[in-house]
Structure formats: C-alpha cells, structure tokens
C-alpha cells in the first residue's frame, strides 16, 4: 500500500482548511445579514481556530503530523459548525456521541505525542515507563474532556445556549455530562491501549507512523 507523502498529507491539509473556511465564511454572511450576533461570534472564533496551525505552522517549536491536523481541523468542523450553528446535535441523535468519542481518541494522541516527545527529549532528564506514558495520555484526554464540559456548562448560564443538551427528562443536562465523559474515556482508553503495545512491541500501524512522521519532523527534541 502506498503511503502518503507528507507533502501530500500538506496539500490536504491545507485544502481541507480552505475549504472548510470556505463554508463557515458564507455563513458567517448569512448570521451577519440576520443579525445573529452571538453565531457570528462563534462561527468567526472556529475560523480563528482552524487557520490558527496554518497561519503560524512555522513559530510552533513542535511539529505534528498533517494527518492529525486534518483530523483536528475537521473534529473542529463537525462539532463546534456543524453541531452548534447548523444543530447537528438537535437534528441527528448520535452526532453528540461520535464526536465526543472522536475527541477522546484525538486527545489521546495528542497527550500521547506529547508525552512521548518529553521523555525521548533530549534535554529533559525523564525515562518514562510504557504504561506511564499510556496512563498519561488517557489522563490527560479525560482531563481536557471534563474541561469541555465545564465549558459548556458556562457557555449554559452565562448567555443561555444548550451546550448541555438539556431536555424535559433531563433539565439539568447531568446526564448528558456523564455521557459525554463516558464515551471520552473510552475513546482515550483506546489510544492508551495501542500506545502502550507500541511502545512494548512496535508493531505497524496509524500510530507507529504518526510517530515515525512526529519523530522525523522535530529532530532537534529527540536523542540520536
């Protein structure tokens, strides 16, 4: 099988960006004729955030691979877009579920990553266990979970939203909290279980080449 090129992998990267920008901008021309304010804000807040990795892709001392970013920049797309401005989350019952599950495994890499590049880091004195670095890469995917629901939580009091998914059963959204956090740990326990067999016995697979891809563009953070 043919791999991607990380000069592909760029060019998709940087095409899904546009694209994506594309879509939000003629929306953000509709809520501004309406007068939608508040949607405005946000939909320009998600711009912001997508084109942030391109925009300053060369100040970023660490480098990750373009498919994480790809995967990212549409995570973004799908749930904060789609989900709060275009109410995927009202009009398709599982698209909460998904993409809270999808969040837990994109954590769950990117603590992983990050761990991973403190302890091969040639400047830091740290020599981690396998089941450590998994154990923080879990921990740390659920930790930014619980913040996204305490987010949420004030995005619900402060300016009224339903970020919550609060219903009739459920007015209170507690039950939707729990789930969302449920499906995050098991997404992040996911990744922390195949990074910790990778780093036992390195085996092929998406991960090992996102670590290869990680290890090969930010030379200068590993030992030789």
């Keep these: 099988?043919?791999?991607?090129?990380?000069?592909?992998?760029?060019?998709?990267?940087?095409?899904?960006?546009?694209i994506l920008v594309g879509i939000m901008a003629v929306e953000l021309v509709f809520t501004l004729r309406q007068q939608q304010w508040l949607t405005a804000f946000l939909v320009v807040m998600i711009m912001s955030v997508a084109?942030?990795?391109?925009?300053?892709?060369h100040r970023l001392?660490?480098?990750?691979?373009?498919?994480?970013h790809i995967l990212a920049i549409m995570f973004i797309f799908a749930s904060l877009f789609m989900g709060e401005v275009w109410q995927f989350y009202a009009r398709v019952w599982w698209w909460d579920i998904a993409l809270h599950g999808t969040s837990g495994l994109l954590l769950g890499i990117f603590g992983f990553?990050?761990?991973?590049?403190?302890?091969?880091?040639r400047h830091i004195n740290m020599h981690m266990r396998p089941h450590f670095v998994a154990f923080f890469a879990f921990l740390f995917a659920v930790a930014v979970g619980a913040l996204w629901e305490i987010f949420e939580f004030g995005m619900d009091q402060v300016f009224g939203m339903n970020m919550q998914?609060?219903?009739w059963q459920d007015p209170s959204g507690l039950t939707d909290t729990m789930w969302d956090l449920i499906v995050d740990a098991v997404g992040a326990c996911i990744i922390s279980l195949l990074g910790w067999r990778h780093l036992k016995s390195p085996k092929e697979s998406f991960l090992e080449l996102w670590i290869r891809k990680f290890v090969e563009s930010n030379p200068g953070l590993f030992r030789s």
């Design 1 to 18: 099988m043919k791999r991607t090129t990380p000069w592909t992998a760029e060019r998709i990267h940087r095409a899904t960006v546009f």
């Design 51 to 57: 084109i942030s990795p391109v925009v300053f892709h």
């Design 61 to 68: 001392r660490v480098t990750f691979p373009p498919e994480f």
């Design 113 to 121: 990553l990050l761990v991973y590049a403190l302890n091969e880091d």
């Design 165 to 167: 998914k609060a219903m």
